[in-house]
C-alpha cells in the first residue's frame, strides 16, 4: 500500500466507501492525515471502522476545516445534481480530487500508461499489462480495473503503472502526467454527469491534456470524434505529441491496424505483420482489433520485440463479462457479454455473430436500442429482461420476434427448452443488454455471474440434456 504522505497532518474527508474509497482513506491514514470518512451506506461505514478509519457523517462537517475531499468516480459532483457533500466542499473552496491524485502525488516515479475510451478500456488496460509481463517488465494493472492504484507496491523499477481511466476518474486526477495516452473511442455515454456531449469529450481529453512535451498519443480513428481529435492534435503539432493513429478497420498511415485478417504496424516499417486475427475467439471482432492494435502500437513504441507481441496476444484469456466466451455446446456458443451496458458497447457484439439468440435489458439508457436496427436481420429471437422489458419490446416489434421473459433465470429456461431445435445450427447465445444492469442486480459482473452459472449449470453440465441430443 501506498502511504499518502504529501496529506501528513491534514484532514482530509473521503466520501463513498467502496474498494477505491477503503483503500485511500487507508493510505491518507497511513501517511499522517486525519481522516474522517463516509459513504449512504451503512454497511459500508462499518466495514471501514474496522479499518480503523473515523465515521463521520459528511453531510454534517465542516469543510473550511478540511483540506481535501476524495469523492469516489460514481458520485456527481456538477451534473445532474451534486451530492450534498460535493456541494458543501465547493461551497468551502475545498478542492475535490480522486484516489488516482492521490496515487499520482505519492508513487515513487510514476511512469503511466493511461487508457480511456468509452468501449474497449478494461480489455486494452488487461491486454497492455499481459504484453508487457510477458516482456519481463515489472508492472501493475489498475485505476477503474481490478487493484486500486494505492494498493500498488511503491517499490518498481523502471516498471510501468497501465491505468484504465474513466472520465469520472479524469476529471478529479487535475495532477496526472501520463507517459504514454491512449482513447481509444468516443462516442454518448454518461452524458447526464457530464452535462452532455461536450462535456463528456472535454472529460476524456483531459488524458491528453495530461502529457509532457513530446510525449506518445495513441488514438483510435475509427469513430468521428476520436478521429477529430486524431486530426485536431496533428494540425495543431499540440505540445509536438507522436501522434499514432490506430484502427480495427484499415491500417493506417504511421500506426497500427487491419490489413487482410492481420495487425499490421507502420510504426518501424511499411504494413508490418504482427499477427494474423484469424480464427481468434478470445479477441472476436472489428472493436477488439482496434484494442489489439492499441496494445500492439504501445507495446511497439516500448521497444519490444513483434515475436513476444504476437505470442502474448495469442495467450491473451481476456476478461469475465466482455464476450466471454462461456462454453459450446454442439455448434451453439454461450457468450457472455454483461459489460454491454449501451447500445455503442452491444452494437460491438452483435456483429461478431451471424445467428443470435439475445438476451438484453435492464435499466435503460439514454438512446435505447433504436441504433441497433442495423442487427435485427442476425437475430433469431429476442429475450427480454429487466424493468426496460417494453421499451426495448416497442424497438423489436414488427423486426425481430421476442419473448418478454422479465428475469435473465427465465430466459434461459426458455433458451433450454428451444435447444432441441437448434444445437445442430451455428447460434450464439449472447448475452449483450444494451443496458444498465441496477434494476436487478448490484453490478454489470452480477449479472454475467449468474448468466455463466446457469449457462453451466442448466446446458452445459446438464446430463438429461445431453442424453436427448445424443
Not at 487508457?115 to 488487461?126: L, Q, R, V, W
Amino acid at each position: 500500500m501506498i502511504a499518502a504522505k504529501s496529506y501528513l497532518g491534514k484532514k482530509v474527508a473521503v466520501m463513498g466507501l467502496a474498494r477505491s474509497g477503503q483503500s485511500a482513506a487507508e493510505a491518507l491514514k497511513a501517511g499522517g492525515a486525519e481522516v474522517v470518512a463516509w459513504d449512504d451506506d451503512v454497511q459500508k461505514c462499518r466495514e471501514t471502522e474496522l479499518l480503523g478509519i473515523n465515521i463521520s457523517d459528511l453531510t454534517k462537517e465542516d469543510f473550511t476545516n478540511i483540506d481535501a475531499l476524495i469523492l469516489s468516480p460514481g458520485i456527481p459532483h456538477s451534473f445532474p445534481k451534486p451530492h450534498v457533500v460535493a456541494k458543501k466542499a465547493k461551497k468551502a473552496n475545498t478542492p475535490i480530487i480522486g484516489d488516482i491524485e492521490i496515487f499520482v502525488k505519492n508513487f515513487a516515479e510514476p511512469r503511466i500508461i493511461g487508457i480511456t475510451g468509452t468501449n474497449g478500456k478494461s480489455t486494452t488496460t488487461a491486454l497492455v499489462g499481459h504484453i508487457l509481463r510477458s516482456a519481463g517488465l515489472p508492472v501493475e494493472i489498475g485505476g477503474n480495473i481490478g487493484l486500486p492504484v494505492l494498493g500498488f507496491k511503491n517499490t518498481l523499477d523502471d516498471g510501468y503503472q497501465v491505468l484504465e481511466l474513466s472520465s469520472y476518474q479524469l476529471e478529479l486526477t487535475p495532477s496526472l502526467c501520463c507517459e504514454i495516452a491512449v482513447i481509444l473511442n468516443i462516442s454518448p455515454d454518461h452524458l447526464d454527469r457530464h452535462g452532455g456531449m461536450d462535456g463528456y469529450k472535454a472529460a476524456k481529453l483531459k488524458i491528453i491534456e495530461s502529457l509532457p512535451e513530446n510525449a506518445i498519443a495513441i488514438i483510435g480513428v475509427d469513430d468521428h470524434e476520436s478521429n477529430g481529435i486524431a486530426k485536431s492534435l496533428e494540425e495543431n503539432e499540440y505540445k509536438n505529441l507522436r501522434v499514432t493513429p490506430i484502427s480495427g478497420l484499415v491500417a493506417p498511415e504511421k500506426g497500427v491496424g487491419v490489413l487482410d485478417g492481420n495487425i499490421v504496424s507502420n510504426i518501424n516499417r511499411e504494413n508490418e505483420v504482427v499477427i494474423s486475427l484469424h480464427d481468434n475467439a478470445i479477441l472476436p471482432g472489428v472493436h477488439n482489433w482496434q484494442n489489439v492494435a492499441a496494445g500492439t502500437a504501445i507495446a511497439s513504441t516500448l521497444g519490444i520485440p513483434n515475436n513476444i507481441i504476437k505470442n502474448s496476444i495469442a495467450s491473451f484469456p481476456g476478461l469475465p463479462h466482455r464476450q466471454e466466451l462461456v462454453g459450446t455446446f454442439n455448434r451453439l456458443t454461450f457468450i457472455n457479454d454483461s459489460k454491454a451496458t449501451n447500445a455503442d458497447a452491444t452494437a460491438r457484439a452483435l456483429s461478431c455473430y451471424e445467428s443470435i439468440y439475445w438476451i438484453l435489458g435492464g435499466q435503460s439508457k439514454e438512446g435505447g436500442i433504436a441504433s441497433l436496427s442495423t442487427f435485427f436481420p442476425k437475430i433469431r429471437h429476442a429475450f427480454l429482461i429487466g424493468e426496460c422489458s417494453e421499451e426495448f419490446a416497442d424497438v423489436l416489434k414488427g423486426g425481430v420476434k421476442f419473448t418478454n421473459c422479465g428475469t435473465i433465470q427465465n430466459a434461459i429456461e426458455t433458451i433450454k427448452n428451444n435447444i432441441p431445435s437448434i444445437y445442430n445450427d451455428k447460434v450464439a447465445i449472447l448475452l449483450s443488454p444494451a443496458a444498465a444492469s441496477f434494476d436487478q442486480f448490484e453490478s454489470y459482473e452480477a449479472r454475467g455471474d449468474i448468466f455463466r452459472l446457469l449457462i453451466e449449470e442448466q446446458i452445459l453440465s446438464n446430463p438429461d440434456l445431453r442424453g436427448c441430443l445424443s
